[in-house]
């Protein structure tokens, strides 16, 4: 016949050793005031994601815990150090732990998942795609105790589901004497397909129960005759909206989202794309001035000359999206793999360590990392830029955006997101270096190619520049040049210098616009012009 179930911790060869943790207490626990359950139920209060625990007693000094899954083990080992009542809790995963042997855990005879199978077809309505396991808890059949509380018992449900039970949608666990939802936390990804769950006329008192299974794509669920279904609707159906966010019906009732926007009657169609825009003219000249000096020098051999762009204290991190072609095409990939190696990309980068790591400080580490960057070519047609001024911060910045694209190592095309928050130069070496502007931060995001952009509308001017013409998409250099005289008119106007003092400023610049607002820029900033230079003191 065959050989008798034994628990996933018992199998021979299973890796049921890593699923148990040993906590010890300094100084040691009074165990009559501090139970199994009591030390249970503090560690998965502590942990920042659901966990349970299968079993646990104390050996000796010693609480030895089995948790239900083995990804549980990992975040209530890092709980080590956690205080309870006044005692350091050690916590270490034990690796060579061997469960004392004995009556299987539940009693179970053969594999649990055969044994349950016929259940499972049985009560698998294929035409309306929903499992019925209500009223089964506490009944034992085929020689097996259906206890929903279990997570092992449980773990055999989904997988017994998932084999026998296509494109299951609903499934009703209720009138089960189901008093915590432990046990179903890997039913999210066992059984992916559920919609619907019915956990009608059970024992559960907590909300934070749903924590549990707050991954389901749920579109259903039923819980009254519940103790936690005893307050008002309104209640718990919005505790219910805040860990189901798409989530359509409870108890049978139409739910409403805890946020309405009420723009349903909003065209579907979206506005045409709006050119770049600037708050002044005098934010859009340094700004142009900036990138154009910028990616001259990006897009050349001498990267190492964007020291200058930075400061000492300067911050920048890069993120990417970027997807491979198949190997062996080109050396593409390789180049992809070198942006994934250093993408700072938060939902990716758990680790503290990483993520402070891959975050750059300083001109030295950050120029370092942009020489190594395969070479490119920015495409300046295809500039959408935003930059305004930042007065609040106790020194004037300015806030620039830039979506382009890029020819990556004269082959493949890019598209990329770059902000700059940049201050003026105080540098003298800087400032003759012809840098306009320094980067206090640089945020780079790099995707595959999306395309070039829709034709734009000309962006409506500034009210400080309201006489000013409308700004195109490329940078200054693409403008129809402007004379000598509208250079000095439009020098005079964004720094209110006198006509004679600006045609002087543009004069010792050899007219070069940009330049010359730069370095008026800075010695205003330093006080070093006299009021009567100025038609505005």
């Not at 000796?60 to 890092?78: E, W």
């Amino acid at each position: 016949g065959p050989a008798p179930y034994r628990s996933y911790l018992q199998r021979p060869g299973g890796n049921g050793s890593s699923r148990v943790l040993a906590v010890r207490a300094q100084p040691p626990f009074d165990q009559a005031q501090v139970t199994v359950e009591q030390l249970m139920q503090f560690l998965i209060s502590k942990c920042p994601t659901p966990v349970s625990f299968a079993e646990g007693k104390y050996e000796g000094q010693r609480a030895m815990l089995t948790v239900s899954d083995i990804s549980h083990a990992i975040p209530i080992a890092k709980l080590n150090g956690t205080r309870l009542a006044g005692h350091r809790l050690l916590i270490t995963r034990e690796t060579k732990y061997v469960p004392p042997t004995g009556p299987s855990v539940s009693g179970f005879k053969g594999s649990v998942a055969v044994a349950i199978a016929p259940v499972i077809e049985q009560r698998y309505n294929k035409a309306a795609k929903l499992l019925d396991l209500g009223g089964l808890g506490g009944a034992t059949i085929a020689d097996v105790c259906w206890d929903f509380n279990r997570p092992n018992f449980m773990r055999a449900i989904f997988s017994a589901a998932s084999q026998r039970c296509p494109e299951l949608e609903t499934v009703s666990f209720a009138n089960n004497n189901i008093n915590s939802l432990q046990s179903f936390s890997q039913m999210a990804r066992m059984l992916p397909t559920v919609i619907n769950v019915n956990f009608e006329n059970n024992k559960l008192a907590a909300f934070s129960e749903l924590d549990f299974i707050k991954d389901v794509k749920m579109r259903e669920i039923m819980i009254s005759k519940n103790p936690m279904s005893t307050q008002p609707s309104s209640s718990y159906h919005s505790e219910v909206l805040r860990r189901f966010a798409d989530i359509k019906y409870v108890d049978g009732a139409k739910v409403e989202p805890l946020i309405s926007f009420g723009i349903s009657d909003v065209p579907s169609t979206l506005p045409p794309l709006r050119g770049s825009f600037f708050d002044s003219l005098q934010t859009q000249q340094v700004a142009e001035a900036f990138l154009k000096k910028y990616f001259q020098v990006f897009d050349s051999a001498q990267r190492n000359l964007l020291v200058d762009a930075y400061t000492d204290t300067s911050y920048f991190s890069m993120t990417s999206a970027c997807v491979s072609p198949p190997k062996g095409t080109s050396d593409n990939h390789k180049r992809v793999t070198t942006y994934r190696a250093a993408s700072r990309n938060l939902l990716n980068v758990e680790e503290t360590e990483r993520r402070m790591k891959r975050l750059l400080t300083g001109r030295t580490d950050i120029v370092h990392f942009l020489k190594n960057l395969p070479p490119s070519q920015h495409q300046p047609d295809d500039y959408r830029l935003d930059a305004y001024l930042l007065k609040h911060t106790g020194s004037e910045l300015i806030a620039l955006n830039i979506h382009g694209h890029i020819l990556e190592a004269g082959e493949t095309r890019r598209s990329f997101d770059r902000s700059f928050l940049l201050v003026a130069p105080t540098q003298q070496s800087v400032i003759q270096q012809g840098w306009p502007a320094q980067i206090l931060n640089d945020e780079f995001h790099l995707r595959n190619f999306d395309g070039p952009y829709p034709a734009a509308e000309s962006p409506a001017p500034a009210a400080a520049v309201a006489a000013a013409p409308a700004t195109s998409p490329a940078p200054a250099a693409a403008a129809p040049a402007l004379s000598q005289a509208e250079l000095v008119q439009r020098l005079a106007a964004a720094t209110g210098l006198k006509p004679e003092f600006a045609q002087q400023a543009l004069q010792e610049h050899s007219w070069d616009g940009p330049a010359a607002l730069a370095t008026v820029q800075l010695l205003l900033s330093q006080g070093r012009i006299a009021p009567e230079m100025r038609t505005v003191p």
